[in-house]
């Protein structure tokens, strides 16, 4: 049970920092399809598009009920947002001190404790990917294992959810990765060890189609096998390069360092665009009912 | 008497900085939304009836509209008691379109009491840019518009339900 009420979260979402900087930087890949809704009233007067002060009541009402009654699954989808989120932060700071393993030749053993970075990336690449299809079916209300009516979707995808996919594809996949990100997420899922001592894995296990660990990432790899030629796709059609993501991004942050690997982690740890755009997706999704029940 | 005075004043002090506290923490206003808060989390034994099993969603889909002369249907939402597709034409969002079962959210019903309009034979109410019918007094249909979607097209919609069929669901 959230121990903040729905409209306190959306309230708190930031007009500005970080995390809106960078998503403004990615506005490049997915012109004009996000914007920074935030705030809970203004939220509904946004989707609503009315200023209907008893239509406002009862939808913001309503909104309020949905998301306290657990069973509807969105308070799940918001926690995995958050998990996802903490994916991010903390495998960035693995990133980092195995960069310093590298560099440094005494902290060499480092590498005994830390994974590889590009093997702890391509974990947390593809494990970012699935969530955003555990909780496409949570918010949708669709079965947990359904990858074909998420592929489906991904077609429909438009605001803060194409810009979230963006987002992994550019932050989490081809700029810590480089342009062989899809390999190297088609081989993470063969590695159920790497998996089993991954602590986001351990967190959402038990939210995967699954009886044990193989088959659980073995769904993770069914899941990222069908989602892998969109972002193809994605990549090619809008001529992303690790290059342009971060010249683009460089206009809004300061970045001094050339290393590309380096500002994938520093984004990464500085920025939560995964539960920022998580939270966006999720009210206007249960403003939308609330417009269909009220 | 100066002692007296000066503990007067420490306790006045005192007094004002706690009244500027209370005041500084009860500057932000209550939401308008936290009176729906504190009900939908009292335990489910003191909140208002609301059915808990209500028709699944995916029961409504076959009486949605289909694609028509430029526009589609595209299903969006399957929870239990609704059903939400997104009404588009040449590809923009112009009304979403939903079945509901009111049994799990009985509020809904109350507008129905002063509807003196049909459409399809079916009472029918506009609430905000919601034009909505009743089915068999309990499964709720309705077109929120998008702006610029006007109210005859969202009446034109409705109809394209198959309310009829609807009537019969259980």
């Given at each position: 049970?959230?121990?903040?009420p729905i409209?306190?979260?959306v309230?708190?979402?930031?007009?500005?920092?970080m995390?809106?900087?960078?998503?403004?930087?990615?506005?490049?890949?997915?012109?004009?399809q996000?914007?920074?809704?935030?705030?809970?009233?203004?939220?509904?007067?946004?989707?609503?598009?009315?200023?209907d002060?008893?239509y406002?009541?009862?939808?913001?009402?309503?909104?309020?009920?949905?998301f306290?009654?657990?069973?509807?699954g969105?308070?799940?989808?918001?926690?995995?947002?958050?998990?996802?989120?903490?994916?991010?932060?903390m495998?960035?700071?693995?990133?980092m001190?195995n960069?310093?393993?590298?560099?440094?030749?005494?902290?060499g053993?480092?590498?005994?404790?830390?994974?590889k970075a590009?093997?702890?990336?391509?974990?947390?690449?593809?494990?970012k990917?699935v969530?955003?299809?555990?909780?496409?079916?949570?918010?949708n209300g669709i079965?947990?294992d359904?990858?074909?009516?998420f592929?489906?979707?991904l077609?429909?995808?438009?605001g803060?959810?194409?810009?979230?996919?963006?987002?992994i594809?550019?932050?989490?996949?081809?700029?810590?990765?480089g342009?062989?990100?899809?390999?190297?997420?088609?081989?993470?899922?063969?590695?159920?060890?790497?998996?089993?001592?991954?602590?986001?894995?351990g967190?959402i296990?038990s939210?995967?189609?699954?009886?044990?660990?193989?088959s659980?990432?073995?769904?993770?790899?069914?899941?990222?096998?069908?989602?892998?030629?969109w972002?193809?796709?994605?990549?090619?059609?809008?001529g992303l390069?690790r290059?342009?993501?971060?010249?683009?991004?460089r206009?809004?942050?300061?970045?001094?360092?050339?290393?590309l690997d380096?500002?994938?982690?520093?984004?990464?740890?500085?920025?939560?665009?995964?539960?920022?755009t998580?939270?966006?997706?999720?009210?206007?999704?249960?403003?939308?009912?609330?417009?269909?029940?009220? | 008497?100066?002692?007296?005075?000066?503990a007067?004043?420490?306790i006045?002090?005192?007094?004002?900085?706690?009244?500027?506290?209370?005041a500084?923490?009860?500057?932000?206003?209550?939401?308008?939304?936290?009176?729906?808060?504190?009900?939908?989390?009292?335990?489910?034994?003191?909140?208002?009836?609301?059915?808990?099993?209500?028709?699944?969603?995916?029961?409504?889909?076959?009486?949605?509209?289909?694609?028509d002369a430029g526009?589609?249907?595209?299903?969006?939402?399957?929870?239990k008691?609704?059903?939400?597709?997104?009404?588009?034409?040449?590809?923009?969002?112009?009304?979403?379109?939903?079945?509901?079962d009111?049994?799990?959210?009985?509020?809904?019903?109350?507008?129905?009491?002063?509807?003196?309009?049909k459409?399809?034979?079916?009472?029918?109410?506009?609430?905000?840019?919601?034009?909505?019918v009743?089915?068999?007094?309990r499964?709720q249909v309705?077109?929120?518009?998008?702006?610029?979607?006007?109210?005859?097209?969202a009446?034109?919609?409705?109809?394209?339900?198959?309310?009829?069929?609807?009537?019969?669901?259980?």
């Amino acid at each position: 049970m959230s121990d903040k009420p729905i409209y306190e979260i959306v309230d708190e979402l930031p007009e500005g920092g970080m995390t809106v900087m960078l998503l403004k930087a990615l506005d490049f890949v997915v012109p004009g399809q996000w914007q920074n809704v935030v705030g809970f009233e203004n939220s509904i007067r946004i989707y609503t598009g009315t200023d209907d002060e008893a239509y406002i009541q009862a939808v913001g009402d309503r909104v309020v009920h949905l998301f306290n009654d657990t069973s509807n699954g969105y308070q799940r989808a918001l926690w995995l947002y958050g998990v996802a989120n903490s994916a991010g932060g903390m495998l960035g700071t693995a990133a980092m001190a195995n960069k310093i393993g590298e560099s440094v030749s005494f902290l060499g053993f480092l590498d005994k404790i830390t994974p590889k970075a590009d093997t702890a990336q391509s974990i947390d690449f593809t494990l970012k990917t699935v969530i955003e299809l555990l909780c496409f079916c949570q918010i949708n209300g669709i079965p947990g294992d359904s990858i074909g009516d998420f592929v489906g979707a991904l077609g429909e995808y438009g605001g803060d959810a194409l810009m979230r996919m963006a987002a992994i594809v550019s932050v989490d996949g081809l700029l810590p990765l480089g342009p062989d990100f899809l390999k190297m997420g088609d081989a993470a899922v063969s590695r159920i060890a790497d998996f089993e001592s991954n602590p986001i894995f351990g967190k959402i296990a038990s939210y995967i189609p699954g009886g044990d660990s193989a088959s659980k990432v073995g769904f993770i790899g069914q899941a990222f096998g069908s989602v892998r030629d969109w972002m193809d796709n994605f990549v090619q059609s809008r001529g992303l390069t690790r290059e342009g993501i971060v010249g683009s991004v460089r206009n809004y942050i300061d970045i001094t360092d050339d290393k590309l690997d380096y500002v994938g982690a520093f984004l990464d740890m500085t920025t939560n665009y995964y539960e920022h755009t998580g939270v966006q997706t999720l009210t206007r999704r249960m403003i939308e009912r609330a417009m269909g029940e009220v | 008497m100066t002692f007296r005075r000066s503990a007067l004043s420490v306790i006045l002090t005192a007094v004002f900085a706690a009244l500027a506290i209370t005041a500084g923490c009860s500057s932000k206003p209550p939401s308008r939304f936290e009176k729906a808060q504190q009900e939908s989390t009292k335990p489910k034994d003191q909140q208002a009836p609301a059915n808990q099993n209500p028709t699944a969603g995916g029961n409504f889909n076959k009486f949605f509209p289909k694609a028509d002369a430029g526009y589609t249907v595209t299903f969006a939402q399957e929870k239990k008691g609704f059903s939400q597709a997104s009404l588009k034409k040449d590809g923009k969002e112009v009304a979403l379109l939903s079945v509901s079962d009111t049994t799990a959210n009985p509020t809904s019903l109350d507008k129905y009491k002063t509807s003196t309009t049909k459409i399809g034979g079916h009472p029918s109410v506009q609430f905000g840019p919601n034009t909505s019918v009743l089915v068999n007094g309990r499964y709720q249909v309705t077109v929120a518009a998008k702006p610029g979607f006007a109210k005859p097209d969202a009446e034109k919609w409705l109809q394209k339900f198959d309310l009829a069929g609807l009537a019969t669901l259980k």
